[in-house]
């Protein structure tokens, strides 16, 4: 299997800002998108955003439009999201997740993707 390892998380002040970071260790792929989700207590998991492997469509839910920015670096097999002007209601822990190849798919499904990592607490205080 593949590994997604999540990192960046923690607590900030409502406001403030954070930068998720997402490594797939173990199996690689030859190309894959990537996606962000998240989940807070006691809601489903909700999309977040989403990138294509060329890195040049990108996708983000309303509620964070504007404040966040995924990107990718290839060359070191990362996906970030930079959050910015986090609000509360941003707390949850967040996943990140893997689909394999490069070819056209619903970014929001979370059934399409392949992989997932084990999840990082993002917690915004008011």
């Known amino acids: 299997q593949v590994q997604l390892v999540e990192s960046g998380g923690g607590l900030v002040q409502a406001g403030g800002s954070l930068r998720l970071s997402c490594a797939p260790s173990g199996r690689t792929f030859s190309s894959y998108a990537m996606g962000w989700f998240r989940q807070a207590p006691g809601k489903e998991r909700e999309f977040v955003s989403a990138i294509s492997w060329s890195g040049d469509f990108t996708y983000y839910a309303d509620s964070v439009k504007g404040r966040f920015t995924i990107s990718r670096d290839n060359a070191k097999n990362t996906v970030y999201l930079q959050m910015n002007s986090l609000k509360p209601e941003d707390t949850a822990v967040y996943y990140c997740?893997?689909?394999?190849?490069?070819?056209?798919?619903?970014?929001?499904?979370?059934?399409?993707?392949?992989?997932w990592g084990q999840g990082t607490q993002v917690t915004v205080s008011s």
């Open positions: 997740a893997l689909k394999i190849g490069s070819h056209t798919y619903i970014p929001q499904v979370q059934h399409e993707y392949n992989y």
